[in-house]
């Protein structure tokens, strides 16, 4: 049986490449229980495995229906494979955490094939510190990445001591007589990844998008609104890009960030911004490729608006984008966090003038960014508004466990694309702020180099505070 | 600078899709040298990844001409990036074959993108018995098997104290001094593939291929030379396939294989050949799915023709196909190994009165299977003539040494195709030969069971041999 694709679904499927994959990751750090033999991983990863009552979201795969004009429908897997999607890796020696990503960023490049449910999860072994790590990708057509971030959160409890918590993809779900409140808000918080799109592909059709799309986007044009900037400069994200990735990521407590925010009344997620304004132009400058104007990056934000599902970076459920001046052409890290404030300011004030239709749509440009360009060009807009993706998720803000492991770190890997070749994310979890930098490796050299910058731009920042 | 691809590799470059990767590729197994420290496997890689100053062939890559109604081209790649083409990997606990096999399968699913130079090698350690690994793979479009198998090999020496041996990939020969004679033989023997590939090239378009390929095809259809089978039964193998491998390998001593050959009057091949006969035939009986006619497989043969450079079967130069009637319907294994022996006995005679150009035509079958099916199909035969292809190709008989290790194993990887679910080469080296599986995952289930098929086979033809 086939069911028709969404079309916000099928314009991630058709904006896919051999250069631009377009699914989402996520990497988790666990520690073992007390008293995990050595066998421990392949006991982890056979459970998993054998969990095989998966969820229909899991099982389904698209097609192009050559009869209906290359209709794209879903159809379910008759002949799923579960060991095809859930894979036993290991770490060479001396396995540090730089081996754990290079593995993801080979892991992350490898486009998912259509023939097939669009996911895989890797259960990790090989850290030379025993920790078991989990990389997972999900196409962006089944769930975006907020979402796709929960629902690998959605098999976690707080609880140390259980033992019978499903895998992400299984159907059933956790028990209900032991589910404990935080579960419960968490399961309503992540709703179905198709809930979310199927409400957002009605909306979007009901406000008559891309009609609302293009309209925002010519007000943008005409300067009627700051919550887009037209005028980025051109950087050397902004190029072409090829299929294989560099993936980058760290974390830090987030109150050192918090620290910063209330001595200079800004906010965490400023900081955030700041910390990535400061790595970002160090980055360039080392490359002798900072611009004399400000880098822009697109910020999905939330906006407490009812009529919206999906998540954003403050936690509330309407997304809009603030384009933010980052104030990379600025030396002083103090000036730059002021820049990324008031930027961040007027962009949410704009953005709350703007009609829900227009809300929608911008939203639509947040979650499918690839589709943007076309349409730019369309109002005569030859290049990108912004230089990059910067996206900060909420996540559970107490240690979780699954089946006795507990979470020590998770960090999420995103979608470059063309003309656009660096994505910062970040993800919060437990009292850290992880940094995920997902990049072209050819497009964006040294990527690694800017977890250094970032752990300095943080420390510039407490200076700079006074702390 | 960009020169244009010849015919019979843009073959390879056209025929290429998500479903059809066309690189094939070796896993070559490794003893460490004594007093090999726990780091050694990093030093290896290391080393191979040093060796930078590559040769012309490893760093081309294609690409399609739009200006020129999209003519492929060879271009350097001036951003070579050799940590993406060298890589280290890891097998999970336990690290037994089984793990590696897993982990070759997945290498192999992977397509090469046309962005950079179409080749990988990966060093990979964590088996259990300290053995180390190498699984390289290349674009049929650079070589064919039996040049890259001949490759990998190039940058082997019969001598273990010697260290200075460079990486395949390397541009470096190894240094003329202490160039053993075998050294020397070997690396006449392994001609340059672009050496191979451009003297195809050029016979082929002399001989106004694909002119004589079809009319090579249509006098088989005609049934005026044996060495085309066009009755074939439909197997399982015979369908379409997807993206994802599954790969099996295992060795036993030619010794055997010799010993059934003189007892019977049958070549080392045709015991090869009759092994996979009987492995095809349980494996096929166990899913219900055996044919009541046999089973035919296309098996490139040496003719020792001096006006062809491709290497083949038999160790001589020329190459012809011969269908091989496995005789997979028969019983008895001895009857099987007649069946095999007899066919291709006449398979040959019937080679050896075709032209030089048929010949070449015949050569460019083996070479590029995937051009077949729509050339049969202009002679109006709908179904394929065979129904998989097992190759035999001949490699050192001596023990071989790379920079102190000890070469314990080598196990090619082929190319299965739409239609030809299921590929098997055979390589010998050293007293033992070398099986590889090559297999689309779904169309091929539970590939890894002929491997004990294999072994049973082996039993039984030494059981009828009367040994």
């Known amino acids: 049986m086939a069911t028709p694709i969404d079309p916000a679904s099928a314009a991630f499927l058709l904006a896919e490449s051999r250069q631009q994959p377009m699914h989402v990751g996520g990497l988790q750090l666990f520690e073992r229980p007390e008293g995990a033999g050595p066998g421990y991983v392949r006991e982890v990863f056979e459970q998993m495995r054998r969990d095989d009552q998966v969820a229909p979201l899991f099982l389904k795969h698209p097609e192009r229906r050559l009869k209906a004009a290359g209709q794209l429908v879903w159809k379910r897997d008759d002949l799923f494979d579960i060991e095809h999607h859930v894979r036993h890796s290991a770490l060479p020696e001396p396995g540090r955490v730089r081996e754990l990503l290079e593995l993801c960023s080979r ?26 790590a989990m990389y997972t990708k999900i196409h962006h057509a089944l769930v975006d990445g907020v979402s796709a971030m929960r629902l690998m959160q959605s098999m976690l409890s707080t609880d140390p001591d259980r033992r019978d918590l499903p895998a992400p993809w299984a159907a059933r779900p956790p028990t209900k007589a032991v589910q404990t409140r935080a579960d419960a808000e968490r399961s309503l918080a992540q709703l179905p990844a198709q809930v979310v799109r199927s409400a957002l592909g009605i909306t979007a059709e009901a406000a008559g998008m891309p009609g609302a799309l293009v309209r ?38 987030v109150d050192r960030m918090r620290a910063i925010g209330q001595a200079t009344g800004t906010t965490i997620n400023d900081v955030v911004l700041a910390m990535c304004s400061g790595a970002v132009r160090s980055y360039l400058a080392e490359l002798d490729a900072l611009p004399d104007t400000s880098v822009v990056a697109m910020v999905p934000v939330g906006l407490n608006a009812k009529q919206s599902q999906v998540a954003s970076t403050d936690g509330g459920n309407a997304v809009g984008c603030v384009m933010v001046q980052l104030g990379t052409h600025l030396a002083d890290p103090a000036d730059r966090l002021r820049s990324v404030h008031d930027s961040m300011r007027s962009g949410k004030e704009a953005l709350s003038t703007m009609t829900p239709a227009q809300i929608i749509a911008m939203s639509a440009i947040g979650m499918a960014p690839s589709v943007i360009t076309p349409l730019l060009r369309l109002n005569g807009v030859v290049r990108p508004p912004f230089n990059l993706i910067i996206s900060n998720v909420p996540g559970p803000r107490s240690t979780q466990y699954w089946n006795g492991m507990k979470l020590v770190g998770t960090y999420p890997l995103s979608i470059p694309i063309n003309g656009m070749a660096l994505n910062i994310t970040c993800a919060s979890y437990d009292g850290t702020m992880g940094f995920g930098l997902t990049g072209c490796r050819r497009t964006v050299p040294h990527l690694q180099r800017l977890l250094t910058h970032l752990d300095d731009e943080l420390a510039a920042l407490e200076k700079a505070a006074g702390l």
């Open 216 to 253: 925002t986007l010519t007000r943008g044009v005409k300067g009627e609104t700051s919550a887009l900037s037209l005028r980025a400069p051109r950087t050397l994200f902004n190029q072409t890009i090829t299929g294989s990735r560099r993936f980058a990521a760290q974390d830090w407590p």
């Open 107 to 132: 892991l992350h490049s490898q486009r998912l094939a259509w023939e097939r449910p669009l996911w895989e999860a890797h259960v990790i072994e090989g850290l030379a510190d025993g920790r078991l």
